[in-house]
């Protein structure tokens, strides 16, 4: 069976600091893979997705940027954090061309810049 | 362009109630899927459903059902006699076929008060 993981699951990080949130997945090969950010109270925002190992596509432009260095690892980063940047990260996987086409998702990292 | 209104921003119902939680979507594919997830309190996404557009028969899981209407665009859910554990926010989602991301609903926030 197929799990996704996502870490840490909370971090407090000072205005101006790095950033880098992980998100693995297992039991499958060559998924889609998501970050969403869901502000408090809000519905997601999908900020990256990826087809492919290197493959990123930005849907919002700001200070994030999105990795995908192994076919099953996503990465969030950020030089420095804004507090606009706090939130809910949630990654997401997708099998890619099977139909099936739900998103599973993680557990989320909650985010909160100071 | 896809776009998916959830009207209903928040929903209180008293436990035993049944209550429907309104889904409206717009795209100008004849492919598409259509998908409702539940986010309870700890934040992750859990998936409940998928209906492809040619699929209107309706569903039935335990105390959970679906309508698909592709006549007024909607595809509504329906938690018959609910109980506090069903509070969540709950999304609806929309991808056509083909399309690497899904659409989400803003989220309805469904509370079953004791």
């Known amino acids: 069976s197929q799990t996704i993981h996502q870490w840490p699951a909370t971090l407090v990080q000072p205005v101006g600091s790095p950033l880098s949130l992980e998100c693995t997945v297992e039991?499958?090969?060559?998924?889609?893979l998501y970050w969403y950010r869901q502000a408090a109270g809000r519905g997601l925002q999908l900020l990256f997705y990826?087809?492919?190992?290197?493959?990123i596509s930005s849907e919002v432009p700001q200070n994030l940027s999105a990795s995908r260095p192994q076919d099953r690892q996503f990465i969030l980063s950020s030089k420095k954090l804004l507090l606009s940047d706090s939130g809910f990260y949630l990654c997401?996987?997708?099998?890619?061309?099977?139909?099936?086409?739900?998103?599973?998702f993680g557990p989320g990292t909650r985010l909160t810049v100071t | 362009a896809q776009k998916v209104t959830q009207a209903q921003t928040e929903i209180s119902v008293v436990e035993k109630e049944d209550v429907t939680l309104d889904c409206v979507y717009e795209?100008?594919?004849?492919?598409?899927?259509l998908f409702w997830y539940k986010q309870p309190p700890s934040g992750e996404l859990v998936f409940l459903i998928r209906r492809n557009s040619f699929d209107e028969q309706n569903e039935i899981s335990g105390r959970y059902s679906w309508n698909f209407q592709k006549s007024t665009s909607s595809f509504n859910f329906t938690i018959t006699a609910s109980q506090v554990v069903d509070s969540a926010v709950y999304f609806c989602a929309l991808i056509e076929g083909g399309a690497q991301k899904l659409v989400f609903g803003q989220g309805t926030r469904l509370t079953i008060n004791p």
């Open positions: 990826s087809v492919g190992i290197g493959q």
């Open positions: 997401a996987w997708m099998r890619a061309g099977t139909g099936l086409n739900e998103q599973y």
């Open positions: 795209t100008r594919d004849t492919t598409y899927y």
């Open positions: 039991g499958t090969s060559n998924p889609n």
